[in-house]
């Protein structure tokens, strides 16, 4: 009796179990399984309704429109299984569902293959980019380029840049030494994530 009384329990308990949370703890399920960055991963992860990043994205936009504001607590995080899957992995899924026909458009038309969400968010970006300004100066025609000379030339002195300094002088010497961009933003962003990962235990120490 007693047995059975355990089984009715925990059959009860299956069934009030939210569909988000289910669905949240086969999505972190799956995630910690997956392995590597193989060529197709892209490809069976923006799968329709089925697709890893498909799923994800779904789940996080569901839980978005949960509060007002689109701000997910950690809490709600946490009772979906969500903190588990990688925060801008998470960012990306949603980034595809919410843009998504955009994206699928975008794929079709493209020549290079992507194994990434962030390869295929940043292929995008830059296509907008691009489109919308043409004539875009050059780094050596900007007086930021002219203030980077002066501050190179003032010998013990180091030299201090602003973000936009950095990027542009990025994006030139990726053209000059004929760099994909996309590799660069994928190493940038795999610093970063060590980085972030660095940073609890030196705060700690």
């Known amino acids: ?40 991963r892209l490809t069976r992860n923006t799968k329709p309704v089925v697709g890893l990043d498909t799923r994800l994205g779904n789940e996080m936009r569901t839980l978005k429109a949960e509060f007002e504001g689109g701000r997910i607590p950690t809490w709600r995080l946490t009772e ?11 960012s990306e899924a949603l980034w595809f569902v919410e843009n998504e026909i955009e994206a699928r458009k975008f794929i079709a038309k493209s020549k290079k293959g992507y194994t990434s969400l962030t390869s295929l968010q940043l292929a995008i ?7 919308g300004s043409t004539d875009e100066p050059k780094v050596k ?28 002088q990025l994006i030139q010497a990726c053209k000059d030494s004929d760099v994909d961009i996309m590799d660069i933003a994928e190493m940038l962003l795999r610093e970063a994530d060590a ?8 705060i700690a120490a």
Do not use: W
């Not at 979906?80 to 990688?86: E, L, R, S």
């Not at 970006?125 to 489109?131: T, W």
């Not at 980085?195 to 030196?202: F, H």
């Open 125 to 131: 970006k830059k296509a907008n980019k691009e489109s």
């Open 141 to 168: 025609d900007t007086p930021e380029a002219s203030s980077e000379a002066d501050n190179k030339s003032n010998v013990g002195l180091p030299a201090v840049f602003t973000k936009d300094e950095i990027f542009k």
């Open 80 to 90: 979906c299984q969500m903190h588990i899957v990688d925060k801008r992995r998470r």
């Open 195 to 202: 980085i972030e990962v660095d940073t609890p235990n030196a």
């Open 1 to 40: 009796m007693t047995n059975s009384a355990n089984n009715a329990n925990t059959d009860t308990q299956k069934v009030v179990l939210p569909t988000l949370e289910l669905e949240g703890a086969d999505i972190a399920r799956l995630y910690l399984l997956e392995v590597g960055h193989d060529a197709k």
